[in-house]
């Protein structure tokens, strides 16, 4: 009885853990990228740029994106520090986003529907890793349109290794599933660049795709396409009716993706059974 309250704990932490990577390795890479640029021209880095505090997901502490006061760790309980404060930064008063308690508050959900479904030993913590990592980059992708290298390419591999160490007679439709993901995305943008002169969608997608298929199986790829894709297009529809300024508006494929590896990923096994049993009959 005591497990479930643990984990819904440790998914909380975990959750709070994602949004210190969400708001922190995208300004950290585009840092990285602007040295890069500028040692490869042989120029000088922006002041403004060189200004900027140096980031890691370690240091320096929490602390209010508004004023910059560190945060105690009484208030920086996940979920709980944010209904103490009401929402706002205890030092400044200003409003602190949704996105925190939110965010925490799916890595909760993620854990217990883990260990509902799959069970708590070594591989439900691997799916679990692998949950939480969409999750990242969901939002990052919602934030900033970049679904970055440093998670994706992991995420891959990670998925690679779960075959090799949890179901050793999958290994070979994982690594299918990683080229094939990889490929179809591929030969979508190139045939839609040629048709209508316009990108359809990004590299990081086809490298999040080849990320789901070493974690699924081939056998999963069209189901994730026929779940994202339906997925993005309902909110696409919705949001544009909602919001009209949204009209032609490139909208981010990746946290389609992730929803459809969330839902393939918790209940994949039946999912794919009933699927595959439809296109037999
Ligand atoms: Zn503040």
Not at 37 to 46: F, I, Q
Not at 124 to 152: E, K, M, N, S, Y
């Amino acid at each position: 009885m005591l497990l479930w309250p643990l984990v819904a704990v440790l998914g909380l932490c975990l959750g709070s853990f994602v949004n210190v990577v969400i708001a922190r390795l995208p300004p950290m890479l585009m840092r990285q990228w602007h040295e890069e640029a500028c040692a490869a021209l042989d120029r000088d880095p922006d002041p403004e740029v060189a200004k900027l505090p140096h980031l890691n997901l370690w240091r320096p502490g929490s602390h209010c994106p508004r004023c910059g006061t560190a945060i105690a760790w009484h208030d920086n309980i996940p979920l709980l520090g944010y209904l103490k404060r009401r929402g706002r930064c205890a030092h400044c008063r200003l409003p602190i986003s949704l996105r925190y308690p939110l965010v925490e508050l799916a890595g909760g959900a993620l854990a217990v529907a883990v260990a509902a479904i799959h069970g708590v030993d070594p591989a439900g913590l691997a799916l679990l890793g692998a949950c939480l990592t969409l999750l990242a980059l969901a939002v990052i992708d919602l934030r900033t349109q970049l679904l970055p290298d440093v998670l994706t390419l992991p995420l891959l591999w990670a998925g690679l290794l779960y075959q090799l160490l949890f179901q050793p007679l999958m290994l070979g439709d994982a690594v299918l599933g990683a080229m094939f993901g990889y490929g179809v995305l591929w030969l979508f943008y190139w045939g839609f660049k040629l048709i209508t002169g316009k990108e359809g969608m990004g590299y990081g997608d086809f490298k999040l795709l080849a990320a789901l298929g070493a974690w699924l199986g081939w056998q999963a790829l069209p189901l994730l396409l026929i779940l994202s894709a339906g997925a993005g297009a309902v909110v696409g529809i919705l949001a544009q009716l909602a919001v009209p300024r949204l009209r032609g508006q490139p909208m981010p494929f990746g946290p389609f993706l992730a929803l459809a590896g969330w839902i393939a990923l918790l209940f994949g096994a039946p999912l794919l059974a009933a699927y595959q049993a439809l296109l037999l009959t």
